[in-house]
Structures are given as structure tokens and as C-alpha cells.
């Protein structure tokens, strides 16, 4: 069974920076495409970045230059390093894990950017 656990979420200030990781488990992590998507109140669940398994890399316009996607396939683990923070980037972040038709989800941790 597939398992998406994410960390490193948090409260920052404007401009300031957080890592996010998430730690999958129960499959063959190796191939696939692991992704970040984030839902802010009211508003639909949206991709913010994502990558293959051979490190290709897409991400959203509203967080081009800002935000990196990492994949480290030994450790089964996907980072979001997220820089110069918004107030407009608060909302949960939900690691995401795609591969032969298939979505697995992790249960999601809170960005919160306030000063």
C-alpha cells in the first residue's frame, strides 16, 4: 500500500523560505511522477510543481523561480524547496504520487505565510 507522508510545513514570514519533504513508502518510487499540489481555502487543489523519474521538471507559472522540485529516488523522497514566500502561497500542500493510472495522496501540511 502506498504511503505519502509529508513534513516541514509551517508558519514564515514574507520573503522568508521552507522545505517541504515527503516521504513515500510501498511501491517501486523509482518510476512515476511525484508531484506537489496545493488548496487554499475556497479554492480548488492546484499543481504546483512535479517531476518524472528521469528529473524532468514542470511547475506552476505563479511559482516559476521561486519554488524547486527535488527527487531523491534512493530515499523514495520529493522535496519542494520554496524561497521568497507570499502571503498568496498559504495553503496546504499535498504530496503527490502518479503512476499507471493511479493518484496516491498524502494527508497534506500547512503553509502559512503572515507577518
Known amino acids: 500500500q502506498v504511503q505519502l507522508v509529508e513534513s516541514g510545513g509551517g508558519l514564515v514570514q514574507p520573503g522568508g523560505s521552507l522545505r517541504l519533504s515527503c516521504a513515500a513508502s510501498?511501491?517501486?518510487?523509482?518510476?512515476?511522477?511525484m508531484g506537489w499540489y496545493r488548496q487554499a481555502p475556497g479554492k480548488q487543489r492546484e499543481l504546483v510543481a512535479a517531476?518524472?523519474?528521469?528529473?524532468?521538471?514542470t511547475s506552476a507559472d505563479s511559482v516559476k523561480g521561486r519554488f524547486t522540485i527535488s527527487r531523491d529516488v534512493a530515499k523514495n523522497t520529493v522535496y519542494l524547496q520554496m524561497n521568497s514566500l507570499k502571503p498568496e502561497d498559504t495553503a496546504v500542500y499535498h504530496c503527490n504520487y502518479f503512476y499507471r493510472g493511479a493518484n496516491y495522496w498524502g494527508q497534506g501540511t500547512q503553509v502559512t505565510v503572515s507577518s
Open positions: 510501498g511501491s517501486t518510487f523509482s518510476i512515476g511522477v
Open positions: 517531476i518524472t523519474s528521469n528529473g524532468i521538471t
